[in-house]
């Protein structure tokens, strides 16, 4: 059975803080994703990673940066959190080695982050 | 860039039909489809991979018109267990990135 987990379900920290989020998959995807969801806005690509150590931003990379050391795992950090950064935030992976359009996405539980 | 899908929000009786659309300003090559559960992941539906392809899964089917470039989902005598968020997304052509369209909030009533 296919799993992506993430390491909290909620979190809430202050602002000015570094905030990890990590994520783990079970499946030998290539490709992981961290979304950040939000009402009326649906889920929008803040960083992906296609290999190990390969990264490339998405949409609404400010004020966040990732790491990916090994190939299960894809962490999102927030170097210095704020409140416009309360949100759910969603990792995904996928199974990819060419671009193929045919794979869909696994999902993590998401994180519910809040910054006070 | 994002995908728009509409309506953002629709409430129907159990048994009635719905459909929600997602249209890109950008070439779709491939549209799949999920369903996000309340406190829940996303979880996969269907994909669409030929201009004016249909699928469908139980009583949901989908159709993709390459041209315009734009999907439908069609639920239809929807159940209780349809309710939820539904978001389009698709894989931009020749890269790694994949994105998913604003959602449409589902709720189906007794």
């Known amino acids: 059975d296919v799993k992506v987990t993430q390491s909290s379900r909620y979190l809430v920290k202050r602002t000015g803080e570094k905030v990890f989020l990590e994520c783990v998959q079970d499946m030998d995807h290539e490709n992981m994703f961290w979304y950040r969801q939000d009402p009326g806005l649906g889920l929008r690509l803040i960083y992906f990673?296609?290999?190990?150590?390969?990264?490339e931003k998405g949409d609404i990379p400010e004020g966040y940066s990732v790491s990916r050391e090994k190939k299960e795992r894809f962490s999102l950090i927030l170097e210095s959190a704020s409140t416009n950064q309360t949100s759910m935030y969603l990792c995904?992976?996928?199974?990819?080695?060419?671009?193929?359009?045919?794979?869909?996405?696994?999902f993590g539980p998401g994180t519910r982050l809040t910054v006070l | 860039q994002q995908p728009v899908q509409s309506p953002q929000a629709v409430i129907l009786r159990e048994g009635e039909d719905a459909v929600i659309n997602c249209s890109s300003s950008k070439a779709l090559y491939s549209v799949h489809w999920y369903r996000q559960k309340h406190g829940e992941a996303p979880v996969f539906l269907m994909i669409l991979l030929k201009g004016g392809e249909q699928k469908g899964h139980e009583k949901i089917s989908a159709s993709f018109n390459e041209k315009k470039q734009q999907s439908s989902l069609y639920l239809t005598a929807s159940q209780l267990s349809y309710s939820g968020t539904y978001f389009c997304g698709t894989l931009l052509s020749g890269t790694y990135k994949y994105i998913f369209g604003t959602g449409t909030r589902l709720k189906v009533l007794a």
């Open positions: 995904a992976s996928r199974v990819d080695k060419y671009t193929s359009p045919s794979n869909e996405q696994f």
């Open positions: 990673s296609y290999d190990v150590k390969m990264k």
